[in-house]
T-cell receptor, first 115, second 112 residues
């Protein structure tokens, strides 16, 4: 049972245009959401996050939107740059008891920004 | 500031061999984690340590053991490697449970 879903395995966007990466979740206990970026042969790098009490968080070219009623979040990159080409993972955090939290990851979306 | 470091970067084992993957962080974080990533899959949590002296199972703990050696170091042991454990292993740390996790560069393990 996949609790965090990224339904698009890949996305191609022209340089300078907007990239929109989508993520759906099923567990209503998730209260914190993160996006990670991963280049080949490297570890994931934290990009941006959003708490469940907010519906938008912006950091430079990156904006994350959260729609709790639809259990959907999206990452917008404007403008897209060739260096943004990477795999993007959506992750959701939930309390798992005894003072612990667990992150659940989606399978990732490979973004290719074409010069 | 090296962040999260992992050794080795690559390893090839034969079925039945044992090995320990090492992880260290220099950010004074309390919580540490081990994940595995398989092709076409997201990262899956193997074990985690919310604080020094505690460890707990994650989603896929079978075939693994962990040791939180001190606040800095968290090791993952495969006692008897199996081909199904061929994967890329990532260690991560966070300041506190539920905090943003920061990842190491990964260990690529192949079990023949």
């Amino acid at each position: 049972d996949q609790q965090v879903k990224q339904n698009s395995p890949s996305l191609s966007v022209q340089e300078g245009r907007i990239s929109i990466l989508n993520c759906d979740y099923t567990n209503s206990m998730f209260d914190y959401f993160l996006w990670y970026k991963k280049y080949p042969a490297e570890g994931p790098t934290f990009l941006i996050s959003i708490s469940s009490i907010k519906d938008k968080n912006e950091d430079g070219r990156f904006t994350v939107f959260l729609n709790k009623s639809a259990k959907h979040l999206s990452l917008h990159i404007v403008p897209s740059q060739p260096g943004d080409s990477a795999v993007y993972f959506c992750a959701a955090d939930a309390y798992s008891g005894a003072g612990s939290y667990q992150l659940t990851f989606g399978k990732g979306t490979k973004l290719s920004v074409i010069p | 500031n090296a962040g999260v470091t992992q050794t080795p970067k690559f390893q090839v084992l034969k079925t039945g061999q044992s090995m320990t993957l090492q992880c260290a962080q220099d950010m004074n974080h309390n919580s540490m984690y081990w994940y595995r990533q398989d092709p076409g899959m997201g990262l899956r949590l193997i074990y985690y340590s919310a604080s020094e002296g505690t460890t707990d199972k994650g989603e896929v703990p079978n075939g693994y053991n962990v040791s939180r050696l001190n606040k800095r170091e968290f090791s993952l042991r495969l006692e008897s490697a199996a081909p199904s454990q061929t994967s890329v292993y990532f260690c991560a740390s966070s300041e506190a449970p539920g905090g943003t996790q920061y990842f190491g560069p990964g260990t690529r393990l192949t079990v023949l």
